[in-house]
Each structure stands twice: as C-alpha cells, then as structure tokens.
Nanobody
Framework: QVQPVESGGGWVQAGGSLRLSCAAS????????MGWFRQAPGKEREFVSS????????EYGDSVKGRFTISRDNAKNTVSLQMNSLNPEDTAVYYC???????????????????WGQGTQVTVST
C-alpha cells in the first residue's frame, strides 16, 4: 500500500481538540518528510504542518501555529496531528502526504508530495 490512510477526523465544538493520525507502509514512510494539508469548501488547499523524516524539524502554517502539534512514530510508520483550540475556520478535509523524495527537512509545497491520503473531514461548530 503506497497511499497513506488518515483517521481521527470528526465533529467538535469550538475550543475543543482532535487528534488525526496517518498510517503509511514502511516502504513509503521510511526516511520521508511527511505533511498535513487541508482544504475547505471553495478554498484552495492550505499547508498545515510538516515533519522531517527523523522528527528533528517541524513546520507549521501561520494559521495553526501554537495550536497544532505534529509528531511521528517511525517504528509504527505513523504521523499524528494534535489539534487544540479548534475554531470554525479549521473546518476542512485534512490530507496526509508523503514527500516524493528523501529530504532532510520539512516542506510546505504541495507539489513536492507524491502520495496523498483520501482525507478525513474535520468539522468545528460554534
């Protein structure tokens, strides 16, 4: 399986938290930068967060800094996104992605990611 699989989306009230997870095959995941992106209806895809292959570097989009935390477990081939203090503007489909080539850092460029999950819906109500 090359395509990563997201889980953990759902509905939450404003101010609440959700944790997204993404699982990928070892062959796809190993040594790769991972990213989270999101897309709300009628809007362009937006970078959320990225983490280097060893977890040593992380990057966040301006709209989620200080509220979201990305992490990875290389033994389990998973990457997670802890989302706190959610607000209605966070409502979107969240996608996990695997960068196409081995790379030592993070990336916020969607075109650099080759493998994308199907997405998981996050809905934040007032």
């Amino acid at each position: 399986q090359v395509q990563p699989v997201e889980s953990g989306g759902g509905w939450v009230q404003a101010g609440g938290s959700l944790r997204l997870s993404c699982a990928a095959s070892g062959r796809t995941f190993r040594g790769r930068t991972m990213g989270w992106f999101r897309q709300a209806p009628g809007k362009e895809r937006e970078f959320v967060s990225s983490i280097a292959w060893n977890g040593g570097m992380v990057e966040y989009g301006d709209s989620v800094k200080g509220r979201f935390t990305i992490s990875r477990d290389n033994a389990k081939n998973t990457v997670s996104l802890q989302m706190n203090s959610l607000n209605p503007e966070d409502t979107a489909v969240y996608y996990c992605a695997v960068r196409s080539e081995s790379f030592s850092g993070t990336s916020h460029y969607a075109h650099e990611y080759a493998y994308w999950g199907q997405g998981t819906q996050v809905t934040v109500s007032t």
